[in-house]
């Protein structure tokens, strides 16, 4: 069971808004939008956005005692944000960037329930 701080860090990254912490606003901004651009909301199940993939990831940095990794990371979204996504996908920030993402969205309630329709240990006849 989450806790009411998980929670509302959930909600407030599903409502678009910066939790409190690491990232600025224009970078939590644009987090939301390449997490939500690399797993986008579609007629199956929604989207990183919804499952609150941003915040889930500006917590652990903002909780992270590594200086390296939250300069890594303030850079990367830099670098981003003059470059664009193309021509990025073998750059090392890019390549962890998608890894929390799909770590983040793939461990959450959505990414679990909805988009893998995991019903629990039960067996099934489909199969």
């Known amino acids: 069971m989450r806790s009411r701080r998980e929670v509302l860090k959930l909600a407030a990254g599903a409502a678009g808004v910066r939790p409190a912490g690491f990232f600025t606003r224009e970078e939590f901004r644009m987090l939301d939008e ?43 979204l830099k670098r981003l944000s003059k470059t664009g996504l193309h021509g990025q996908e073998n750059h090392p920030f890019f390549k962890e960037l998608k890894e929390r993402t799909v770590f983040a969205y793939y461990t959450s309630k959505i990414g679990i329930h909805r988009e893998m329709e995991y019903k629990g240990n039960v067996m099934r006849k489909d199969w």
């Open 34 to 76: 390449l997490t939500e651009a690399m797993i986008p909301t579609d007629d199956h199940s929604p989207g990183a956005r919804a499952a609150g993939v941003a915040a889930y990831i500006a917590g652990a940095l903002d909780e992270s005692n590594d200086a390296g990794l939250k300069r890594r990371w303030k850079a990367g």
